[in-house]
């Protein structure tokens, strides 16, 4: 068994989801373990070299977590040959150049999502990446969860016979920071700054629509800001110009009707902070994160509608728990361990870049539709094409 070091280029993880999720559960996760195990049975070790812009921050987790290697220089984090992949966690207006200079550089590119600002810089990352013969990945992180696996398993299965329709509901309350600290960072309410809804849960819902019910064939969405005042981390207040909340229509291939709200306004009383409700001829289940419930044809109840009573019927406890039936690894660190095994083994990841602009195509179609009121058809982007 032969082993090798795979050293990676980690750009933005001072940030909450680039330090929690991609550096600590994923990364050091697998370094710490003692590396990946590949299909031939060789071991992959990886080795991250991190970059941001706070040299106080990078210092104290480098020190923290046992890593060599840290710069405020991502150029000259790129210029190390014995670097091989670059990640971009970074806030989405500075990804694109960050992104065009590993390129540049010859790295093998993952990515978080949104890829880009617009489709035609998504496309340009593309075409570069193809024109230097570099593999690519974006996050899905949400096809690793419990949850849509699960799902997933049913609909290979053909539990549902055919699929009629998904409804999604997303959020939570994201607070103003005046009498409560904000629980996400005050870019996120900043268009000038790439935050947005639309701009952010679009992508994860064209990847989940894609992979699991169909493309999405047109969209009708309204995006709205209902809370305009908000306070940043130095308890200034600020007012916010994206969008807090979306709700979309999307119209799927083979007839799917899917719609899914997003919000960052709104209370949850739900099992879960995500949720899908799939129906079907023959039955229909209820994914979130980690559970997934399930209603099959035969054990479908026949309500009946009267004003004049109470419901004495208990609907959720009409539903059964799917069991995980195998153990499921964080969903950050699964695909990192695909994407590390497609590079070593020199062949496509299926959530690449060009996933990333199918992404965008969906955001644009969004916007525009919210904005002009009416219904966007989309024509999706292939690689090569």
């Known amino acids: ?43 992959l070790q990886v080795e991250p070299v991190i970059v941001g812009r706070s040299a106080d921050k990078l210092s104290r987790i480098a020190k923290e977590h046992g890593i060599a290697d840290w710069t405020t220089d991502l150029g000259e984090a790129l210029a190390d040959p014995t670097a091989s992949i670059y990640f971009d966690a970074q806030v ?9 200079a590993a390129v540049a550089a010859g790295k093998h590119v993952f990515t978080e999502k949104p890829i880009a600002e617009s489709v035609a810089d998504g496309i340009e990352l593309v075409r570069a990446a193809e024109a230097a013969g570099v ?3 974006v996050v899905h992180d949400k096809l690793y969860l419990p949850g849509l696996l699960k799902l997933k398993r049913l609909i290979d299965s053909g539990f549902f016979g055919r699929i009629l329709s998904v409804r999604g509901e997303f959020g939570y309350w994201v607070f103003e920071g005046d009498l409560i600290p904000a629980q996400r960072p005050s870019w996120n309410y900043r268009a000038e700054d790439g935050g947005g809804m639309v701009l952010d849960m679009f992508c994860h819902w064209n990847y989940v629509m894609e992979n699991l019910f169909g493309k999405v064939e047109a969209v009708t969405a309204k995006a709205v800001t209902h809370i305009d005042e908000r306070w940043d981390e130095q308890g200034e207040r600020y007012t916010a110009t994206a969008d ?68 004495t019927e208990d609907f959720r406890g009409q539903w059964d728990e799917v069991p995980d039936n195998q153990e499921f690894t964080n969903g950050f660190r699964a ?43 989309i024509e999706h982007f292939q690689a090569g094409a």
Request: net charge neutral; charged share 25%; with cysteine.
């Open 244 to 311: 807090d909340a979306a709700y979309g229509i999307f119209e799927l291939d083979g007839g799917i009707i899917a719609q899914i709200n997003s919000s960052w306004a709104v209370r949850v009383d739900r099992k879960e902070l995500v949720e899908f409700q799939v129906d079907g001829t023959h039955g229909s289940a209820v994914a979130g994160l980690f559970g997934c419930r399930i209603q099959p044809r035969v054990r479908t109840p026949k309500p009946v509608w009267n004003p004049d009573l109470p419901t």
């Open 92 to 100: 989405t207006s500075g990804r694109k150049d960050a992104i065009l």
């Open 135 to 137: 593999r690519t990945g």
């Open 1 to 43: 068994m032969a082993e090798r070091t795979t050293r990676i280029v980690m750009n933005g993880i001072t940030g909450r989801m680039g330090y929690r999720q991609h550096l600590l559960r994923s990364i050091l996760a697998i370094r710490d373990e003692g590396g990946l195990v590949l299909p031939s049975g060789d071991r």
């Open 335 to 377: 695909q990192w361990e695909q994407f590390l095994i497609d590079v070593d083994a020199g062949r496509p990841h299926p959530y690449d870049l060009a996933a990333g602009v199918r992404g965008l195509q969906l955001v644009d179609a969004g916007l525009t539709s919210s904005t002009e009121g009416r219904r966007v058809e």
